[in-house]
């Protein structure tokens, strides 16, 4: 079973300064990789997929990188409502299981 | 505009059975499989189950087989989930989600089951 470990669990970063999330796979996962974003009562939406392919509508300062066992989403230009969650889920192993998704990183203003 | 609306959450004793509803629109429903993820309060996202766009195949957590239960109705554009013998770590926001190549592409806002005695 693979497992998806996010670090940090919070992240501090002054808006308009970049944050780097990882997320690490516990065996390789190839580019079967998708971040999620998830505002506070609201549902997650999905920011990248593939690893590095931004979704519909995501503006380009979120870009995910990475293949194997690690990856990174970083956010550029941070601004106020991306202060939130993100949580990364693999798809190397179908049908899904315990390890799909990451614990989840909470971006925090410093 | 893709929309998923679910519904069918309230608070209930453990032991007991619940019927959570996804509707769905904006998109061809029965072209996709869909899934339920749940999230406990304060906590990480986890899948629960898939169905496939035919509904022929399901596939559950661990946590959750042989107590709940994924259906559809294409007919209706409707996913649905039958609880059944529910413990306290049950408690969670229930959230549909349709499946695009393996991510999960559109989400709906959950609905909260919350499992006390």
């Known amino acids: 079973e693979v497992v998806m470990t996010q670090s940090p669990a919070t992240l501090s970063v002054s808006p308009g300064q970049r944050a780097t999330l990882s997320c690490r796979a516990s065996?390789?996962?190839?580019?079967?990789l998708a971040w999620y974003q998830q505002r506070p009562g609201q549902a997650p939406r999905l920011l990248i997929y593939?690893?590095?392919t931004r979704a519909t509508g995501i503006p380009a300062r979120f870009r995910g990188s990475g293949f194997g066992t690690e990856f990174t989403l970083t956010i550029s230009s941070l601004q106020s409502e991306d202060f939130v969650v993100y949580s990364c889920?693999?798809?190397?192993?179908?049908?899904?299981?315990?390890?799909?998704f990451g614990q989840g990183t909470k971006l925090e203003i410093k | 505009e893709v929309q998923l609306v679910e519904s069918g959450g309230i608070v209930l004793q453990p032991g007991g059975s619940l019927r959570l509803s996804c509707a769905a629109s904006?998109?061809?429903?029965?072209?996709?499989?869909m899934h339920w993820v749940r999230q406990a309060p304060g906590k990480g996202l986890e899948w629960v189950c898939l169905?496939?766009?035919?509904?022929?195949?399901?596939f559950y957590a661990d946590s959750v087989k042989g107590r709940f239960t994924i259906s559809r109705d294409n007919s209706r554009n409707s996913l649905y989930l039958q609880m059944n013998s529910l413990r306290t770590d049950d408690t969670a926001f229930y959230y549909c989600?349709?499946?695009?190549?393996?991510?999960?592409?559109?989400w709906g806002q959950g609905t909260l089951v919350t499992v006390s005695s």
């Open positions: 989600t349709n499946e695009k190549h393996k991510y999960f592409e559109s």
């Open positions: 889920q693999q798809y190397y192993t179908w049908p899904p299981g315990e390890g799909t």
């Open positions: 169905i496939t766009y035919d509904g022929g195949s399901t």
């Open positions: 904006g998109f061809t429903f029965d072209n996709y499989a």
């Open positions: 593939d690893a590095s």
């Open positions: 065996q390789s996962i190839g580019n079967n």
